[in-house]
């Protein structure tokens, strides 16, 4: 499986911003796709995640201001982010899961929200 996350950039403060992770390879034993970030000096934390069959996890920090979802058709899976803050300021990196309970991960997007 290969991921490739784009539509990173850098935003102003409230500014919204969506990624994308486009995935090929064994993608019909997918068992879920989440978001995942790293800032500077800190470890990388769980941001979204969705699993098939629909059901939508979110950090606690971007419960009500991001949104995940998936495009089955074309294999991407999406970030939607509005009303960002400073601290939203991370490398952003798309993860797949298989039923196996193995991890694949993009290279990663970077997000800068800064005024």
């Known amino acids: 499986v290969q991921l490739e996350e784009s539509g990173g950039g850098e935003v102003q403060p409230g500014g919204s911003l969506r990624l994308s992770c486009a995935a090929s390879?064994?993608?019909?034993?997918?068992?879920?796709m989440a978001w995942y970030r790293q800032a500077p000096g800190k470890q990388r934390e769980f941001v979204a995640r969705?699993?098939?069959?629909?059901?939508?996890n979110y950090a606690s920090a971007v419960q009500g201001r991001f949104t995940i979802y998936r495009d089955n058709d074309k294999n991407i899976a999406y970030l939607q982010m509005n009303d960002l803050k400073p601290e939203d300021t991370a490398v952003y990196y798309c993860?797949?899961?298989?039923?196996?309970?193995?991890?694949?991960w993009g290279n990663g997007t970077l997000v800068t929200v800064s005024s």
């Open positions: 993860n797949e899961r298989n039923y196996f309970g193995t991890d694949f």
């Open positions: 969705i699993i098939n069959g629909g059901e939508k």
């Open positions: 390879g064994t993608i019909f034993s997918t068992f879920a």
